[in-house]
T-cell receptor
Framework: GQQLNQSPQSMFIQEGEDVSMNCTSS?????WLWYKQDPGEGPVLLIA?????ELTSNGRLTAQFGITRKDSFLNISASIPSDVGIYFC???????????FGTGTRLKVLA | DAEITQSPRHKITETGRQVTLACHQT?????MFWYRQDLGHGLRLIHY???????NKGEVSDGYSVSRSNTEDLPLTLESAASSQTSVYFC???????????FGQGTRLTVV
């Protein structure tokens, strides 16, 4: 089936550092999403991207939809302890309302 | 406030038993989904529904079934639970174009 390759799988960073993670696909998708999952909770939508090349911010988070429509990245600036969690990229498959999720990036922030 | 709720939050069952996980949303969304989350696999789609009486198989549907008799609910049934179905299950709903999925808090199922 279709797959999203998400990297890195996990990362430890110091509080205050910037974080970058990305997601790639071998297929073109027209909607890219980033979700965050806190421990013991369901994923929560952070940013939705609908246009190739689009750069969208949500507070300290910035995400971009790649020009080729085969990738996206998420940046977190000045990380804080509550940024801990798993970040998932996802795409909505064209012509449907189904979602495909990446395997996630587990972020741990060291105070 | 509108929400999506799953029950139970935790369940332990024995191999071979039938188990039903509940999902209820008050968003009035047409689209509902069931995913399972396992280490190293992310979220994998089990079944989904685009409206009442509509159900479709996802990528890991074997051993699972769903029914959609109203807009608010999409229960997930494990016909004969197996140890390989030990997982965390998430229900989600979405409203359509540019109204992306909201997730429930998950059900942790252990099959012993």
């Amino acid at each position: 089936g279709q797959q999203l390759n998400q990297s890195p799988q996990s990362m430890f960073i110091q509080e205050g550092e910037d974080v970058s993670m990305n997601c790639t696909s071998s297929s073109i998708f027209n909607t890219w999403l980033w979700y965050k999952q806190d421990p013991g909770e369901g994923p929560v939508l952070l940013i939705a991207l609908y246009k190739a090349g689009e750069l969208t911010s949500n507070g300290r988070l910035t995400a971009q939809f790649g020009i080729t429509r085969k990738d996206s990245f998420l940046n977190i600036s000045a990380s804080i302890p509550s940024d801990v969690g798993i970040y998932f990229c996802a795409v909505r498959t064209s012509g449907t309302y189904k979602y495909i999720f990446g395997t996630g990036t587990r972020l741990k922030v060291l105070a | 406030d509108a929400e999506i709720t799953q029950s139970p939050r935790h369940k332990i069952t024995e191999t071979g038993r039938q188990v039903t996980l509940a999902c209820h949303q008050t968003w009035n969304h047409n689209n509902m989904f069931w995913y399972r989350q396992d280490l190293g696999h992310g979220l994998r789609l089990i079944h989904y529904s685009y409206g009442v009486q509509d159900t479709n198989k996802g990528e890991v549907s074997d051993g699972y079934s769903v029914s959609r008799s109203n807009t608010e609910d999409l229960p997930l049934t494990l016909e004969s639970a197996a140890s390989s179905q030990t997982s965390v299950y998430f229900c989600a709903s979405s409203g359509g174009m540019n109204t992306e999925a909201f997730f429930g808090q998950g059900t942790r199922l252990t099959v012993v």
